[in-house]
C-alpha cells in the first residue's frame, strides 16, 4: 500500500473518520469506564465504528487507543496491559480497514506535565515507545500523535515514533482562539511554532485537530501552510463549537452546516480531512462528497 504522503503528493486528499468517544458513549461506555478496555472486552462494538466510518467514504480509520499510554491506563488499574490493549486497537480496526484503507494509530497526551516536574522525559520518551510498538504490531500503517499542546511531550511521542517504527508519523496540535485569527495551544504555542517544531523533529503530516469547528480550523491550516509549505496538514475538527445543553455538551454543527467550509479549508492548505468531537460518519461522508469533487 502506498504512504500517505505519497498519495497526498500525488494532489489526492484523504477522507480520515470523524469522532470516537461519542461513539463508544452512544454504544454503551459508561462514565468512568476505561475507553480503551473495549478494545477487549466489546470488540466487536469497536470493529462496528470503524466500519461506519469506512462505509462513509473514509479513507484512513483511526484506533481505538488514544488513553492508551501507561499514565492514562494506570488510572484504571490497566498499566500493566498497554501492549496488549493497544496491539487490539490497530488490530480491530485493521481487520475493517483491509489493506486497501489506512489505519492510523492513535496516541492522545499523557496528562503529565514536564514542566511541573511530575514527569521526566526518558519516562514519557519510554511510554510512548511501549504504546507505538504495540499499534505497529497491531497493524497501524501510521502514528497519529494528536491533541497535544505542549511541544516537548510531542517531540518526545515523535522522537519515540520515529526510532521505534517504521510508520510514517502524523502530529497534530489543539488551538484555543484568543483574538481575531490568533491561536494558541494550552501552554501558549502558536500553530505556526507547532509545525516548524515538528517538522524539525522529523514528522511526515502535521495538523490540527479538536478544539475548535471547521471554520476556524480555516485559519489554522493557513498559519502552518504558511511556514511549511510543502508538508502535508491534517485536519480533525469537531463538528462545530461545544455547548452546554440540559447538562450535556452537544457539538451543533451539522454535517450540512460543515459542508459550505470543506472548499476553504482546503483552499487554505488542508490536504487531509476528518473529524473529532461530535463528528459522525454522516459528517464524514459529506466531506467525502466535497473532496471528490476536488480530486477527479
Known sequence: MKTITSVVKSGKIPVSDGAWGT??????????????????????????????????????IETNSFGGTSFKLEYFGLDNQVSEINEAAARLSKEVAG???????????????????????????????????????????????????????????????????????????????????????????????????????????????????LKNMINIVAQMREVVPDIPVLVHANAGLPEIRNGETVYPETPEQMREFVPQIIKAGANIIGGCCGTTPAHIAVIKEIVNKYTK
Open 23 to 60: 461513539f463508544l458513549q452512544q454504544k454503551g461506555l459508561q462514565p468512568g469506564e476505561c475507553p480503551e478496555q473495549w478494545n477487549l472486552t466489546h470488540p466487536d462494538e469497536v470493529r462496528e465504528i470503524a466500519r461506519s466510518y469506512i462505509n462513509a467514504g473514509a479513507d484512513m
Open 99 to 213: 489493506d486497501n484503507r489506512w489505519v492510523i494509530g492513535s496516541v492522545g497526551p499523557t496528562g503529565k506535565m514536564l514542566v511541573m516536574g511530575d514527569v521526566t522525559e526518558e519516562e514519557l520518551y519510554d511510554a510512548f515507545k511501549t504504546q507505538v510498538i504495540a499499534l505497529e504490531k497491531g497493524g497501524a500503517d501510521a502514528i497519529c500523535i494528536e491533541t497535544m499542546s505542549d511541544i516537548d511531550e510531542a517531540l518526545l511521542a515523535i522522537r519515540a515514533a520515529k526510532e521505534n517504527t517504521q510508520l510514517e508519523v502524523i502530529c497534530t496540535f489543539t488551538f484555543d482562539s484568543i483574538g481575531e485569527n490568533e491561536y494558541r495551544t494550552m501552554m501558549g504555542i502558536s500553530p505556526a511554532e507547532a509545525a516548524i517544531a515538528c517538522v524539525n523533529a522529523g514528522a511526515d503530516i502535521i495538523g490540527t485537530n479538536c478544539g475548535n469547528g
